[in-house]
């Protein structure tokens, strides 16, 4: 008997402990905070450019929870800092049950339309229509990435009560909590930069590297001598990289344009310098120079720059719809600035592809000038995504006035990109920034799904440049001024492929859009980062002047790619 009163005591005693934890726990919170964190909740939960899964969606949810969170902790602070009346205790405590209730009640209610949001992108995307999208499951992530936040917060703000704490011994308590904020921000800046980003950033450095030099071993070198990885190239296969050597050993032959298009063609020249090719930028560009010298790529009528993505990776849609295009009679040339993602280039080496993209492109024009005009190839620029920003930037065109280039395609292009951004910004009042209109189309002009290149009344100048891009792609249509004012691609009239429910909200369309450049190549064919190669013919077509083709070849070529 006396075991069990023991026993029934000691249990007594963890439940009012377990009580007084959740009690404390609970009266931690703020209401104000509650309040601000569940609409940046239910915020989130709607459309953006991209669909979203539910794993995908409760991350978001929980980060915009807590972003909100934060921001109605700060207002509260705010307010008891300007001294203003604070309302009694006991209405403290009513205002945070009913704050829960009503929270929790616009939560549910914005989970129940989850799903019809998401599905008026799938719908415009092609996608298969969702029954739900797993509120339960986008709850409890949400749930899980908050509290994970709030308890890094709660630890700065331990942080700083310590330092602050000691430093009021010596100074006033303002200036002590002043001191005491810059302190603990170095200090988890120092943390997190100095410590968690290297850490991961070499990690993906030697994971990046490794899977750069990997040789897949159903990948031979080619036997073909003009072909670049071959035993007479001045490139060795292995100094190719991966994407270097897929781009090489991937692409139509001889045969196959003619067995596509009856009548003779040509095996097209690609050119491909890695990064572990030479030493220095300008060596790896001298020798790009010579293999074209030795694979005679002067001597084809279509001569392509080409800069690739981060990795190193050149868009298959793009350079085999131009050889199709002109029958194998095209030459191209890649030089490799970097292994790691593109969105990681950005982060560590932004000024890297710009300046590979200008030596590249320096030392294949000084030759291509210094030839006879009547018998040297049309030079061309081209890049996708962060390709495309390099690409821009490899020459200013004051340089090349009298004697300019034919044309660039540019696709994908990045919100950083500067002409793209001045072109847009600069657009015709009446046309909507996913397709604007600039300076009469004479010098540039964009496109999308639907070939927008036909302008009533517009005539080309010596320089055709196309920006092929989607109303749905995220890397180009970010904008990190969405955190407090409305893009004007939000306006109408949407693009053909952005929902008629997307809305702007301060902070959640930022957050949103972060989300979607990272899974921006998620996305199906044709929408967000994703170029289909039907939509590389109409522009290519438009670029390069193909003339010999008739609309109805054109439309079989677009047929062949939709259905490889």
């Known amino acids: 008997m006396q075991v069990r009163k023991m026993v029934a005591s000691a249990e007594g005693k963890h439940?009012?402990?377990?009580?007084?934890?959740?009690?404390?726990?609970?009266?931690?919170?703020?209401?104000?905070?509650?309040?601000?964190?569940?609409?940046?909740?239910?915020?989130?939960?709607?459309?953006?450019?991209?669909?979203?899964?539910?794993?995908?969606?409760?991350?978001?949810?929980?980060?915009?929870?807590?972003?909100?969170?934060?921001?109605?902790?700060?207002?509260?602070?705010?307010?008891?800092?300007?001294?203003?009346?604070?309302?009694?205790?006991?209405?403290?405590?009513?205002?945070?049950?009913?704050?829960?209730?009503?929270?929790?009640?616009?939560?549910l209610a914005f989970l129940w339309q989850a799903a019809e949001w998401q599905n008026s992108i799938r719908r415009l995307m092609g996608l298969e229509m969702l029954d739900s999208v797993h509120p339960m499951r986008t709850g409890l992530i949400a749930a899980v990435t908050f509290i994970l936040l709030l308890a890094a917060a709660r630890l700065f703000r331990l942080v700083l009560g310590i330092i602050s704490g000691r430093l009021r011994h010596f100074v006033p308590r303002r200036v002590a909590n002043v001191i005491g904020v810059f302190a603990a921000v170095a200090l988890f800046w120092v943390a997190i930069e100095g410590v968690l980003f290297r850490y991961a950033l070499r990690a993906a450095d030697a994971s990046f590297q490794a899977y750069n030099e990997l040789i897949q071993p159903d990948t031979e070198p080619p036997a073909d001598p003009y072909k670049t990885g071959s035993a007479a190239s001045l490139i060795s296969w292995a100094d190719l990289g991966r994407a270097g050597r897929e781009f090489i050993a991937s692409g139509p032959t001889a045969q196959d344009l003619e067995h596509f298009g009856g009548g003779e063609a040509l095996a097209p020249i690609r050119v491909y310098v890695g990064l572990n090719a030479?030493?220095?930028?300008?060596?790896?560009?001298?020798?790009?120079?010579?293999?074209?010298?030795?694979?005679?790529?002067?001597?084809?009528?279509?001569?392509?720059?080409?800069?690739?993505?981060?990795?190193?990776?050149?868009?298959?849609?793009?350079?085999?719809?131009?050889?199709?295009?002109?029958r194998g009679d095209v030459a191209s040339v890649t030089v490799q600035y970097s292994y790691l993602t593109s969105w990681l280039s950005l982060l560590v080496e932004p000024d890297y592809g710009t300046q590979t993209a200008q030596a590249l492109f320096s030392a294949v024009y000084e030759h291509w000038r210094a030839l006879p005009e009547n018998s040297r190839p049309r030079l061309y620029l081209h890049g996708l995504s962060l390709g495309a920003l390099a690409s821009e930037s490899s020459t200013e065109l004051f340089e090349i006035l009298d004697d300019p280039f034919q044309g660039a395609l540019w696709s994908g292009p990045p919100f950083a990109s500067r002409i793209w951004s001045y072109v847009t910004r600069q657009r015709e009042p009446d046309s909507p920034p996913w397709l604007p209109r600039f300076g009469g189309g004479s010098f540039v002009r964009f496109t999308n799904q639907s070939n927008a290149l036909d302008i009533p009344g517009a005539t080309w100048g010596p320089i055709r440049i196309v920006y092929l891009q989607y109303a749905s792609d995220p890397v180009t249509f970010f904008d990190y001024h969405a955190l407090y004012r409305r893009p004007d691609w939000m306006n109408e009239p949407r693009g053909p492929d952005v929902s008629p429910d997307l809305r702007w909200y301060p902070v959640i369309s930022a957050l949103q859009l972060l989300l979607d450049m990272a899974l921006a190549t998620t996305a199906p064919m044709g929408h967000g980062h994703v170029y289909a190669p039907e939509h590389y013919i109409d522009a290519w077509v438009e670029v390069t002047e193909v003339a010999d083709l008739s609309d109805a070849e054109i439309e079989r070529l677009k047929q062949f790619f939709s259905m490889k």
């Open 278 to 326: 030479a030493e220095t930028v300008e060596e790896r560009a001298a020798l790009a120079l010579a293999e074209l010298q030795r694979t005679d790529a002067f001597e084809r009528s279509v001569l392509v720059v080409v800069m690739p993505t981060g990795t190193g990776w050149v868009d298959p849609a793009a350079m085999d719809t131009l050889e199709y295009l002109h």
């Open 15 to 107: 439940r009012k402990m377990a009580h007084r934890l959740a009690v404390s726990f609970w009266n931690s919170f703020s209401a104000t905070g509650l309040y601000v964190g569940t609409l940046f909740f239910a915020a989130s939960l709607t459309p953006s450019l991209l669909p979203r899964t539910f794993t995908t969606q409760g991350i978001l949810s929980g980060v915009a929870l807590a972003a909100g969170y934060g921001i109605g902790v700060f207002g509260r602070w705010l307010a008891h800092y300007m001294e203003l009346p604070e309302p009694k205790e006991r209405f403290l405590q009513i205002a945070k049950y009913l704050s829960a209730l009503i929270c929790s009640a616009i939560a």
